[in-house]
């Protein structure tokens, strides 16, 4: 198949798992891949298997339904449980933990919960059912955020008035600001996601090389741009070189997709934002700007929801950046698994619990 | 209080845990636990297969198929699995208010075909109507006794190290077929779901080769559920080669696009089959002239360790295969 198999070779893979053990030599070096994504690509085509024992790769907060906290998760709960509202979601977020119930539980007990691929889905379900509110749960990174956008605008010229977001979207940059800043976490590069960056470029995270002389790169998705990417980054690493190198230039321009960050700064505005498990980062979030707050559904229709409950052993906030691994976790395989998770890491396909647990059990 | 979840349904673990836990605990017997595709049992000197199954696709119609042709197809290929010629059928309908009448002569016609072509006879059946909204236009049942001729055994218990794993063609077919059409993916492509008979296939194997050990459809759940199925059953472990497993290039590019794994989605006319590597390339020769079979491949094999399945990929690396959690793609079949 043309654009996939391509990047699945393996004599260009071995020849660059060469390439990365000769570079790497005996040094011990720690790499982050930042994005979920990466963290399932490189279990499911088996590159750790192909990399030195000494290159050790972290899995970082780039899943979005694990970094947003258990109280959305409980608003959002509290909303279906209003009589009429529907609520629309990506999939992923059904099945993850609130406090004490989850949006699959309250779906079994009879809420209205439809689960779309496309934000415009959610519009036509509004469209449809005009005596409902619909309130779509507007999570995920910087990918996902000129999608909700783009429906919020539709829906503004379309006067579709029962339409809402509950708004919980997050700002990668930011979030690697506070990673670098963590003390215990000792990362020497970064595995930037291709995603993200297609929307807001690479200059983003240039402030990363500059001011914390730590590099990164930008990486596809395929098992050969990861390999790639590694490649490039190791060689960074023992050159002791900092740059924010592009390794997905099919896809990413150093300006990024001037077009939809427009479509953000126009739909959204900057805010701060709580990360589950790394707490409140300065302006890692968005919030609706003033010209489209009629379709904030807080604001629009406030709703109580119950205290916030963690699980005390859950490890997912050290997991997300890093500081431990899945298999450090007491919960892990044994009280947390994918059919009764605990924690989101174990929910979401990008978990980087799930992947671990999916994948990484040998 | 605990409730039954969509994904309870999927085929994955915890409808395995639902099954194992809630039914088995009740019904053990020596017919109903080896929890084959159908139940296997003796009337005098004469062996019989005996299976059922609901069907509850969304949408009812889908490139390939549609409920009505499923229903006797997926009934067939149970019997078929267990090495059974499928004879006799039940048929109960369940029918929502409103139902066009049109539709379901559609789906009748559809059965009708499918049922000559099968060989199979619908000879009892039951009709009930409920209001609307308390069943998705329409559910069917459908039970198939068969025969089995020759004393014939496929179980899991003949699997030994080093066996062949084959497979008549390409995976995920029919799973991505539904889901293009229940989401209306605006994609202009010819897939199609694999929805066929696959007794005229298992009855040529059957007859060429006693090394044929156990069979199943990789249906909900999709190869890898089955395979592993198979690990959980044996203590084996199973190696496969991801360039072996033969997939459509739509089905890949769907998946990317959806994020699901090939290995799990669900296929209706594709049988998993274990073979003694004596008989293996005797197997796959008499597959492969069959009109089902043309895409054969062996696509790994029976190990001593890991008790895994394993996926060896396409770069050379190495992953476990694990069973579904949760729900991948609900109601496709």
């Known amino acids: 198949m043309k654009y996939i198999d ?357 | 209080m605990s409730k039954i979840l969509l994904a309870h349904g999927s085929g994955g673990k915890l409808m395995h845990n639902l099954i194992e836990q809630e039914i088995l605990k009740r019904f053990a017997n020596p017919f109903l636990s080896p929890l084959a595709d159908s139940a296997v049992f003796s009337i005098g000197k004469q062996k019989f297969a005996f299976t059922t199954d609901s069907y509850v696709v969304k949408p009812i119609f889908f490139p390939g198929g549609d409920i009505g042709k499923l229903a006797i197809y997926g009934t067939v290929n149970d019997l078929s699995m267990v090495g059974a010629e499928p004879l006799y059928l039940s048929c109960g309908v369940i029918l929502e208010e409103g139902l066009e009448t049109e539709i379901l002569d559609k789906i009748l016609a559809s059965m009708e075909a499918a049922g000559k072509n099968a060989n199979v006879k619908i000879v009892t059946g039951d009709t009930k109507v409920v209001e609307k909204n308390s069943a998705d236009k329409i559910f069917i049942n459908t039970a198939g006794v068969g025969i089995i001729k020759n004393n014939r055994v496929l179980s899991t218990d003949r699997i030994r190290k080093g066996d062949k794993i084959i497979i008549n063609g390409s995976i995920g077919d029919h799973g991505i077929a539904v889901m293009s059409e229940r989401m209306k993916l605006k994609v202009t492509f010819s897939l199609k779901s694999d929805c066929a008979p696959l007794w005229s296939l298992v009855e040529k194997i059957l007859g060429v080769s006693n090394g044929a050990k156990f069979m199943r459809d990789p249906t909900r759940g999709g190869l890898a559920t089955t395979l592993n199925e198979i690990v959980a059953r044996t203590n084996l472990g199973i190696l496969i080669r991801e360039e072996d497993i033969p997939v459509k290039d739509e089905v890949k590019g769907i998946s990317e696009l959806l994020g699901l794994d090939p290995l799990y989605v669900a296929n209706e006319g594709k049988a998993v089959i274990v073979v003694s590597p004596e008989a293996a390339e005797k197997v796959l020769r008499v597959m492969k002239k069959d009109k089902l079979g043309k895409e054969s491949r062996i696509i790994g094999e029976i190990v001593e360790t890991p008790e895994k399945v394993i996926l060896k990929t396409l770069i050379g690396g190495h992953r476990i295969v694990d069973m579904l959690t949760g729900e991948q793609l609900p109601r496709i079949c």
Not at chain 1, 50 to 75: F, R
Not at chain 1, 119 to 128: D, F
Not at chain 1, 307 to 330: I, S, W
Request: with cysteine.
């Open chain 1, 6 to 362: 391509e990047f699945r070779n393996n004599q260009l893979a071995q020849n660059l798992a060469k390439k990365i053990d000769r570079t790497v030599g005996k040094r011990k070096i720690v790499l982050m891949e930042v994005c979920g994504t990466h963290t399932v690509a490189i279990f499911r085509s088996g590159i750790k298997s192909l990399l030195p024992e000494n290159l050790h790769l972290l899995s970082g907060p780039g899943c979005p339904v694990c970094v947003t906290p258990n109280y959305y998760l409980d608003k959002a709960i509290a909303y279906a449980r209003l009589k009429d509202v529907i609520i629309v979601t990506f999939g992923d977020m059904l099945r993850v933990p609130g406090s004490s119930s989850s949006l699959e539980k309250e779906k079994a007990d009879g809420a209205d919960i439809r689960v779309v691929y496309s934000t415009l889905e959610a519009l036509e379900i509004a469209e449809n059912n005009p005596k409902k509110k619909i309130v779509f749960l507007a999570v995920g990174f910087e990918t996902t955020s000129p999608t909700i956008a783009a429906a919020i605008v539709q829906a503004k010229k379309k006067n579709i008035k029962n339409f809402y977001v509950l708004c919980g979207h997050k700002i990668v940059p930011p979030a690697l600001e506070a990673l670098v800043n963590t003390k215990e976490l000792k990362v020497e590069g970064f595995l930037l996601p291709g995603h993200v960056s297609t929307i807001i470029g690479s200059r983003p995270y240039e402030f990363i090389a500059k001011k914390y002389k730590v590099p990164g790169v930008i990486v596809g998705f395929e098992p050969l741009d990861i390999l790639q990417g590694i490649y490039m980054l190791v060689k960074q690493v023992t050159n002791e070189e900092a740059k924010i190198e592009i390794q997905y230039t099919r896809s990413v321009q150093p300006e990024g997709n001037p077009k939809a960050v427009s479509l953000l700064n126009e739909v959204f505005a900057v805010t701060d934002s709580d990360w589950r498990g790394i707490g409140v980062i300065p302006k890692s979030g968005y919030q609706l700007s003033d010209k489209y707050r009629e379709f904030d559904i807080e604001e629009n229709l406030p709703v109580e929801a119950e205290r916030t409950k963690e699980n005390p052993g859950c490890l997912c906030g050290k997991v997300l950046q890093g500081l431990k691994t899945p298999f450090e976790c007491p919960l892990f395989a044994k009280v947390c698994t994918p059919e009764k998770p605990v924690g989101a890491c174990m929910v979401s396909s990008e978990g980087t619990c799930a992947a671990y647990y999916k994948y990484g059990r040998t």
